[in-house]
């Protein structure tokens, strides 16, 4: 399958669920080829919260990032504007495995440095493609949850290899990456 622009597969890290109360302390993008769905350049970086005696302790406890790895992060505005230089928003379409809460989280992040919102209102929902291809094979099996997978179902499902720590977003990036590559198949 070729894809007419590459893939930039963006995933965050926050400090809770709610876009009006918790921020993003941690922006992750890896670009994939339009063609081969190889990583072609990766970004990450940590952002300096404002306020975070409003973070969800529950959320805090799932990403395990802590108050020290956050501290002497760049601001939001400087991590956005090293963003807006990596990723090229003419010649990538956004990807994200969360879908519609990290692009709320990621379009409110611009309004709040007062920054232009530069990418295609488009973008390539990954879960939204491994729930159909699933589907489609009946293999929505895990009970737990509503959707019928979590992405460590499907990457014991694929014989995919976890090397590293869940909720990095850089390394989700890479782990969704390699499910999207394997279900492309």
Request: some cysteine; aromatic content about 10%.
């Amino acid at each position: 399958m070729d894809f007419k622009k590459d893939l930039l597969l963006v995933d965050l890290e926050t400090t809770g669920l709610d876009v009006k109360t918790h921020e993003i302390i941690q922006l992750a993008a890896v670009l994939l080829d339009k063609k081969t769905l190889r990583e072609k350049q990766s970004f990450c970086l940590y952002v300096k919260p404002k306020k975070w005696k409003t973070r969800n302790l529950e959320s805090m406890a799932v990403n395990k990032i802590s108050r020290e790895q956050v501290a002497s992060a760049p601001d939001l505005k400087l991590v956005l504007k090293k963003f807006n230089q990596f990723a090229n928003p003419r010649s990538v379409v956004l990807s994200f495995y969360g879908g519609p809460i990290d692009m709320d989280f990621l379009r409110a992040a611009y309004a709040k440095a007062k920054m232009n919102w530069r990418f295609d209102y488009h973008y390539f929902n990954l879960w939204a493609v491994f729930y159909g291809i699933l589907a489609k094979k009946n293999l929505l099996a895990n009970k737990r949850k509503h959707a019928g997978f979590t992405l460590e179902d499907l990457t014991n499902r694929l014989k995919i290899i976890v090397k590293g720590s869940r909720h990095d977003a850089l390394y989700d990036c890479r782990v969704e990456a390699e499910i999207l590559r394997k279900l492309m198949k």
